[in-house]
């Protein structure tokens, strides 16, 4: 089982990235990202659980980021627009099969892909 993540690079405050994380090998209910800046703990971002699509952010990311995901090809997307230097961070992709109220929890997550770094220039 692997997670296959792309897309950070560097933007300027108020610019926008889109990830990408491709998982192989097995399908999850929970799929998703977290952040960790450094220094830092590692934080949730946003999950899209299954069935039915159902979207979940942290506070600090609602109406910036929006997350989705192609069931076909197994992938999850994170577009962030307006983004800020408080958004610099390593970004990793997630694969799980928690009860929804554990989904924010980093020890409900089995598999994770690499981080993808974004960093963001006031």
């Known amino acids: 089982v692997q997670l296959q993540a792309s897309g950070g690079g560097l933007v300027q405050a108020g610019g926008s990235l889109r990830l990408a994380c491709t998982a192989s090998?097995?399908?999850?209910?929970?799929m998703g990202w977290f952040r960790q800046a450094p220094g830092s703990e590692r934080e949730f971002v946003a999950i899209?659980?299954?069935?039915?699509?159902?979207?979940y952010y942290a506070e600090s990311v609602k109406g910036r980021f929006t997350i989705s995901r192609d069931n076909a090809k197994n992938t999850v997307y994170l577009q962030m627009n307006d983004l800020s230097p408080e958004d610099t961070a390593d970004y990793y992709c997630?694969?799980?099969?928690?009860?929804?109220?554990?989904?924010?929890?980093?020890?409900?997550?089995?598999?994770w892909g690499q981080g993808t770094q974004v960093t963001v220039s006031s």
């Open positions: 997630a694969g799980g099969d928690g009860i929804l109220s554990a989904i924010r929890n980093t020890a409900t997550y089995r598999f």
């Open positions: 090998g097995r399908t999850f209910i929970n």
């Open positions: 899209v659980r299954r069935p039915g699509s159902h979207t």
